[in-house]
């Protein structure tokens, strides 16, 4: 049974590997890939998600502005 199925694979040498180059890209592609699978698993809405991400750092950017600037300055206005 052996001697059958190591005619029907092909040997080592028959094999194309490519260089090194090709696979380190193939292997960055691949990591992209499934990097933005695992940010979209279970999204409806990936743009509304990204909004709503930039709208929160857009906010805490804002807050460390008015701390570095020494606070938010309220005034009290009696009518």
């Known amino acids: 049974m052996g001697i059958f199925m190591s005619c029907c694979r092909p040997s080592a040498s028959d094999v194309i590997t490519p260089d090194a180059e090709t696979r380190r890209r193939q292997q960055v592609e691949a990591a ?10 279970g999204v409806k809405d990936p743009e509304k998600v990204k909004k709503m991400q930039q709208r929160a750092e857009e906010m805490e950017r804002r807050e460390q502005e008015l701390q570095r600037d020494g606070g938010a300055t309220l005034k009290w206005t009696a009518d």
Do not use: F, N, P
């Open 32 to 41: 992209e890939k499934r990097r933005a699978e695992e940010a979209a698993r």
